[in-house]
């Protein structure tokens, strides 16, 4: 029997925003691919999720490369969403913010192979499934990358900024092959990684609390539905505010 679900392919699945968008798009019955350097966890909470899992590092272009053919091996020509949410924020010693006097080049060229190169060189790998699908990517950028933020280092604010001009650049080539293009941004969002010193920039929010990462997946999701159908090339922020 034909599987006619529709196909996601999410970067970053194993914690936080990842995690929380993997079981959203589950649970309104779409078939999650997932990748992540970790192998596939256990506990997670979703049907055929070993089976749907390859696991690859992202620092490393030639394997992010080599892995698109087994990835279009997992799909049946078709992709509807690709979600590109890895990310790596390195920290110095003792969790302190790495700014651009101290952090070193091999970690500049890790982060943006992480957070940057892969989001590009995967939507360039499976255009042909996308286009197939009408199909949409949602780059996962970040409140950093327009703002110097307290906790984010210099690399990974620039990935970020540097992704949400790829996202505009993406939309328009790829618009003709009929597939959308979009970001979120998300702000401080309660995961298992907050940055001690988070209360402290949630007292200064408008909304006055944290995001969560359910309400990230849900507009995650309305980016990848028909319900944003001419919608292509925004970055949408989800984060109480905290951008303006």
Known sequence: MADDRKILLLTGASRGIGHATVRHFNALGWRVLTCSR?????????????????????????????????????LDGKLHALVNNAGTSPKGEGGARLNTLDTDLRTWGHVFHVNFFASVVLARGLKEELAAAKGSVVNVTSIA???????????????????????????HDFGPLGVRVNAIAPGEVETAILSPGTEKIVDQLPMRRLGQPEEVAAAIHFLCSEESSYISGTEIEVNGAQHV
């Open 145 to 171: 990358g327009s703002r110097v933020h307290p906790f984010a280092g210099a690399a990974y604010a620039t990935s970020k900024a540097a992704l949400a001009a790829l996202t505009r650049e993406m939309a």
């Open 38 to 74: 970790q192998a596939f966890p256990e506990e997670c909470p979703w049907g055929g999720g070993a089976e749907n899992h390859v696991q690859i590092d992202l620092a490393d272009p030639k394997r992010t490369i080599e892995a698109i053919a087994d990835i279009r091996g997992r």
